[in-house]
């Protein structure tokens, strides 16, 4: 044990300085509680006054306050700059017009302003983008600068964003069906022997990220080692990938209590899930079939592998004995040969042709389907626009209808297939008067009430 000493030091004060006197203070005022005045001041008025007389808005007078703070050297204020490009890049108007209930559908890294690193991100950087992000769009900053503090609906697009994006799982739900990283690879028009490594690093970097095992091997170069090669492409064929579908699961029927339909919904969901993972897995292989069938390397170690089975011919070792190697055997094996590998380079380049075709094919099929999908509900929903929303025609419906309406529109919508749609639009297309169109809501309502919950549709009914 440590004992403290104490040790008694003889030293007095200084003496006061020629001349000073104590300030005098006042005496306390009592409380009061009316007639008291309210001065604006503080740092908020001041930033306030701030915009007001340079006429600024909240955006721009943040961003040059930051750039003065940083010019003083504030480290407080500016501990960010270093990573001036986490959060605080400009947002388009369509990123700020986000709908919070739509959180699935939003870009998480995009309303961070992580757009150019996405999966690659750390949790720093995350932590890093969403304070600003909060800084600059907090409902009271935006009160200050003379909007509304009831608006927040990019707040809460932030704070989903940073839900999704700092929970180890749900981020892997979403980089698994990240739409802005796509899973296309180069094909046989594309790569050359001389930019084969070029093209094909970033497809691997980008795959390796769905690896279990980390870290994922590196595509190399061409002065690789030929058994570093076979165990990168041995990698990837045996890859235990974590890549999941959950993301796009879609809800119960909204009301929907009976644990039957729950059930139903999530075995529908479970069955999709399998699917896209059965498809992802041969979108994969197809990936690493086409890579080994470009690659430089391999075809390199090929010929080497032939020449020598050639060099052993010339020698005049058949494997039988030692005996000499008959001219007209070894011709027919020459021609055999090279019809084989003719014939094999025929079959992958039709392989080829006909996997592009289909990706091709399957893709525009999609987009056209989405595209279809989503301008056939458009015109569905006019249709409630163009019937009054099924009121007398001539007076003006009262607001709770035209909000019941909607809302009962896409209820309907969310249990309905493409092609459900699709009929839908096809039948009103063929009707004209208010009763005609509102007979055939009311019908397709009545179809798809077992999966939604009786009683669900009032106005369709």
């Known amino acids: 044990m440590v004992h403290a000493t104490v040790v008694t030091l003889d030293t007095a004060l200084p003496p006061l300085t020629k001349g000073y006197t104590a300030p005098a203070f006042a005496p306390l005022s ?75 559908d939003q870009d998480h890294y995009a309303v961070l302003g992580l757009q150019h690193l996405r999966y690659k991100a750390d949790q720093e950087q995350i932590k890093k983008a969403h304070r600003r992000k909060v800084l600059r769009h907090h409902p009271d900053k935006k009160a200050n600068a003379g909007g509304s503090a009831n608006d927040d609906s990019f707040f809460k697009c932030i704070a989903k964003a940073m839900e999704t994006l700092s929970n180890p799982e749900k981020r892997r739900q979403f980089d698994s069906v990240d739409p802005a990283v796509t899973d296309e690879f180069p094909d046989k028009d594309q790569t050359t022997d001389a930019n084969f490594y070029e093209l094909w690093a970033p497809v691997f970097d980008r795959e390796g990220r769905f690896s279990r095992k980390q870290p994922a091997p590196q595509l190399g170069d061409a002065n690789t080692p030929k058994e570093e090669v076979e165990a990168f492409y041995d990698f990837f064929y045996n890859m235990d990938s974590w890549r999941s579908f959950e993301y796009e699961d879609k809800d119960a029927p909204e009301g929907a209590d009976s644990r039957d339909e729950k059930r139903y919904q999530e075995k529908k969901n479970k069955a999709e899930r399998d699917r896209k993972k059965k498809e992802d897995n041969t979108r994969r292989r197809t990936m690493i079939d086409t890579a080994l069938a470009l690659d430089p390397r391999i075809k390199a170690f090929r010929a080497a592998e032939k020449a020598a089975r050639e060099a052993k011919r010339k020698g005049g070792v058949n494997g039988n004995g030692g005996a000499p190697v008959d001219p007209k055997v070894k011709a027919e094996e020459e021609r055999k040969a090279k019809e084989e590998a003719e014939k094999a380079a025929a079959d992958q380049a039709a392989k080829d042709a006909s996997d592009k075709a289909d990706r091709e094919a399957a893709k525009k099929a999609k987009a056209a389907a989405a595209k279809n999908v989503k301008k056939d509900k458009k015109a569905i929903t006019n249709l409630l626009t163009v019937h009054n929303y099924f009121t007398v025609a001539g007076t003006a419906p009262a607001p709770a209808t035209v909000e019941a309406c909607f809302s009962e529109l896409d209820l309907l919508f969310s249990v309905m297939e493409p092609e459900d749609v699709a009929a839908f639009k096809a039948e009103l297309d063929t009707k004209s008067s208010q009763d005609d169109v509102k007979a055939v809501f009311v019908k397709t309502a009545k179809k798809f009430e077992d999966k939604i919950g009786a009683g669900k549709f009032k106005e369709f009914a």
């Open 30 to 104: 009592p409380p009061s509680t009316s007639g008291t005045a309210v001065y604006p001041v503080g740092p908020a008025f001041h930033a306030h006054a701030r915009r007001i007389l340079n006429n600024r808005s909240f955006q721009e007078d943040d961003k040059l306050e930051r750039e003065r703070l940083a010019a003083l050297g504030n480290g407080d204020e500016v501990e960010d700059d270093v990573d001036a490009d986490l959060g605080g890049e400009d947002e388009d108007e369509d990123l700020l017009e986000l709908d919070p209930k739509r959180w699935k």
